[in-house]
């Protein structure tokens, strides 16, 4: 059966909550799915990624779905929730110096910071710049170096494949790769407020430009709101 649900934390700072599908499929199901494909990252730095992913975070909120994203070096990332019918249920835009949380269905946003808008959300600040590390499992420095560029600690396995990071109160470990490389494919994440596991379920490196990909100027049709009003409506 699938089942949507909002439910919001009621905290001033503490993450929103979106629960989205869950969608539960048979052993015998499970065991026909296809292999993940074998990735490798390009060779040089990786500028963007884009690709389709589930979550599942716990803490004092719970946030369960499925999100398409696209996070382009310096500082861009988009991130777009769907619900169980694989509607828009929200939107995230991140710049460099502003971030904005849009409801299409409400048009309502608010806006804040990249790295407080994400605290609000997750409940820890990871920007676009440190998810393409993570999802392509490819950094400038890796090796229990504190690199201070990104202020990340990574870990390396005897293969080279980096296998986890700290910065601060927050901590990723990979728990599966795709064939292939060291391109991660399921992460666990935890932070002070929530821990919890991401699968990347499809992933591509430096896709091509698209115009309008960050565009928030449909933002101007929409209503500015408080993010206590944001929340107000999720709780509905």
């Known amino acids: 059966m699938i089942t949507g649900s909002v439910s919001i934390d009621e905290g001033r700072n503490r993450p929103a909550c979106l629960a989205l599908a869950s969608l539960c499929l048979s052993g015998a199901l499970a065991a026909c799915a296809p292999r993940p494909p074998a990735l490798v990252p390009p060779a040089g730095r990786v500028e963007a990624v884009e690709g389709f992913g589930s979550v599942v975070f716990k803490g004092e909120a719970v946030l369960k779905g499925r999100f398409a994203f696209l996070f382009r070096s310096p500082g861009q990332g988009r991130i777009e929730a769907l619900d169980p019918l694989g509607r828009t249920a929200f939107i995230l835009f991140l710049q460099e110096d502003r971030a904005a949380f849009a409801l299409p269905w409400e048009r309502v946003y608010a806006e804040d910071a990249p790295s407080a808008l994400m605290t609000r959300i997750v409940g820890f600040a990871i920007l676009p710049d440190d998810m393409i590390g993570i999802l392509c499992g490819a950094?400038?420095?890796?090796?229990?170096?504190?690199?201070?560029?990104t202020g990340w600690t990574l870990d390396t396995d005897a293969r080279g494949r980096i296998v986890g990071g700290t910065r601060d109160?927050?901590?990723?470990?990979?728990?599966?790769?795709?064939p292939g490389g060291?391109?991660?494919?399921?992460?666990?994440?935890?932070?002070?407020?929530m821990t919890g596991r991401l699968k990347v379920l499809s992933l591509r490196f430096n896709p091509p430009e698209r115009a309008g990909a960050f565009d928030t100027s449909f933002l101007r049709g929409y209503s500015l709101r408080t993010?206590?009003?944001?929340?107000?409506?999720?709780?509905?």
């Open 139 to 149: 950094w400038a420095d890796a090796g229990r170096t504190a690199d201070p560029e």
């Open 169 to 178: 109160d927050v901590a990723f470990s990979v728990r599966e790769f795709f």
């Open 182 to 193: 060291g391109v991660p494919r399921q992460i666990a994440v935890s932070g002070p407020a």
């Open 227 to 236: 993010w206590e009003g944001i929340e107000e409506i999720l709780r509905k």
